[in-house]
């Protein structure tokens, strides 16, 4: 198979993939909450828990959505060996079209201002494609199908220096806060520090959205702050569902940037409790590996 | 304490659920959401269906279309309510709807009319749509197919949920009081 017909494979099998088959990762931290709900003697929390994981085995068992949301295409891709890029685009977005008319899948996207719909789901800027570049001789592309109840919940401040440490820790609260029940908590916190405005979203979504559960940030004073706000975020009782309880957040992920000397920003964006994401990993000969 | 409710629902029925309650439904329930409720509300044309009674979900689902022209249900989930709150107040009012099934809940405006008339808010797990769509046996009507898919949607349901009570028919929302407990306890963090 030519490797930009792998691509477009990939895309619209990934598609369905994320929808589908929750990561593992996500999996173990949902029964985690659901053992800490139930050993807090939490009972609405427990429930809500207990109908997530039943809502996965459903899907598993019928092979079907785990959420309506068929959210809009994120790719990240990283290309490891030399591509046309231009063709990558077009693959890519034909992939989520195939995917959209076979399923089919119900359609998001549409005029901003017009809100007609384009019935694809893709359209002007969607598929978001998000490039990096390595030396790893294959293509790995990920999506993330991302689910609006979360977007939503997306949040940017350009803090002053002089705010600091406990600034940023302020802000972040707030937001959780101010979400409350609308982004499906248990949720997968994503910071973007520094940077200029426009990365610090980026950096956010990345956090949220495309980080394994249980992979900290390298920076260890990065790390710590993940853990003091996981455990912040988590005492606020919002719970899952913001039905109350001790399990708010599932995960806290920051990636950050150097900045300027007189900004802080800090960018927030929520993934919900479904965590969808779908990775696969392409040789130059093409061939197709899947993982979860 | 669970309850096993059967549509249309009446005052009784919703005035005896009290918060953490949980409900399974019967019969029938109608879907709508955002465009819907615009039609409904801004360009005031009445609902073409009897909303009496009757359990709303806000959703837009995943359907296909056979060529009989009925409707094949593929996925149907819930949507966030907080988002078309506006719309709630009337209908409770206007069009005695006796529950909504959603998610993130509804504010202060709708909670004061629901234990006026009598009508609660019924959680249900926001993503959790292949368990709802097992719940739900067929779509049995369609009404304003040009929104689709935020059509006005008549479900045959059975056995559906465990479903929370959230917000009940006597002025009280869990979401108030564990965002109110939330605002102390972040008061309270040492940052």
Redesign the interface.
Known sequence: MSIYNSIETAARELYLRALKDIPQDVRAALAEARDRENQEGNATAEQVMFTILENIDTADAEDTLVCQDTGLAVFKVNIGFPIDVQELDRRLRKGCERATADYPLRSNTVHPLTRKHTGTNTGQGIPVIKLAFSTSNAIEITLAPKGSGSENMSFLKMLTPAEGRKGVKKFVLQCIFDSGARPCPPMIVGIGLGGTSDVAMQLAKDASTFRKIGASNSDPDIAALERELLDQINQTGIGPQGLGGATTALAVHIEWAHTHISQNPVAVNIQCWRGERATAVISPEGTIEYAS | MHHNLTTPLTEADVRALKL?D?VSIDGVMFGLRDATQIRIFDEGIAPPADLTGSVCLH????V?KRADGTYEK???????S??MDRFAPGLFETYGVRAIVG???LLQGSVDTMARVGSVYL?I???????A??QIESIDQVWWEDLM?ECLWKFRVKDFG?L?V?IDAHGNS??Q???A???E??KA?K?
């Open positions: 953490e949980t959703t837009a689902p995943g296909r593929l996925s149907i989930g819930t949507t966030t907080t988002r998610k993130g809940g959680a797990v926001g993503g959790a749509a292949a368990l769509t097992a898919p465990p929370i959230a869990l979401y009081q564990i965002q407990r939330a605002a306890r972040i963090l940052l």
